[in-house]
């Protein structure tokens, strides 16, 4: 009677372990009442050192440029042509370390849940004797709990849009932002690689608008924003 109740727990196990992984993604976007005029844009590395022909930044410049074509920019790589720049900039933290317990049941015996007795009863003249065995069936259940400790890792990811006015910048030299759309994940994944599609896919929706507050967004790899965010570099390829 036990078999079934071990196995569903194993099968829940194996089902769990197999599951397509899933993302938590937020999103805060702001933006100027006049964002939305200027949709012509140069795409531009925001970190330090990095150049625009860094393999890297070229693999999510891609993945990015893909998200604003959809929302209606046009990419040009001319500074003269370009009325609003955009700055990439993007990360992943140190490695968090973090510790959890738990309890799992004892199996054991609890009692007895009933016995039975056989024997046989000889007499000669007055005098008898019994002789019987008594077989008893144990009861089982829960007997007590155990404490486990168990430990599992966690990166932030995140990138940032900063959109400048370059007609602004080329007219009185003044910096003046358009838009910022920054994107955050907390994950066991500290593959930013593997990760910056999905956080892409996620702020699509939002990229040059004003969220107004943050906006939650899940996602897993096999999700069509993500497939259609992660084409875009497979094709180039």
């Not at 959809?70 to 968090?96: C, K, L």
Request: proline share 4%; glycine share 8%; charged share 20%.
């Amino acid at each position: 009677m036990k078999r079934p109740v071990l196995f569903m727990v194993m099968y829940s196990v194996l089902l769990a372990g197999c599951a397509t992984t899933k993302f938590y993604v937020n999103v805060d976007s702001i933006s100027a009442p006049e964002a939305s005029l200027k949709k012509k844009y140069i795409l531009l590395p925001g970190l330090k050192d990095i150049e625009p022909s860094d393999l890297q930044f070229k693999e999510y410049a891609g993945y990015v440029e893909k998200a604003l074509t959809s929302m209606g920019f046009a990419r040009t790589d001319s500074t003269e042509d370009a009325n609003v720049a955009i700055f990439v900039i993007y990360g992943i933290g140190d490695p968090q370390e973090h510790q959890y317990t738990y309890s799992l049941p004892v199996w054991g015996q609890t009692g007895i849940s009933s016995s039975t007795t056989y024997g046989t009863l000889s007499t000669y003249g007055g005098y008898g004797s019994y002789y019987g065995t008594t077989t008893y069936t144990p009861r089982y259940g829960i007997t007590g709990y155990r404490t486990h400790t168990g430990n599992y890792t966690t990166y932030f990811r995140f990138f940032v849009l900063d959109a400048i006015d370059l007609e602004e910048y080329k007219r009185s030299q003044k910096v003046v932002q358009l838009w910022q759309t920054t994107v955050t994940s907390t994950g066991s994944s500290g593959d930013l690689r593997r990760v910056f599609p999905v956080l892409v896919a996620a702020a699509k929706p939002y990229i040059g608008r004003n969220t107004g507050k943050k906006v939650e967004v899940t996602l897993t790899e096999n999700d069509k924003a993500v497939v259609e965010i992660r084409g875009l570099t497979e094709q180039k390829k």
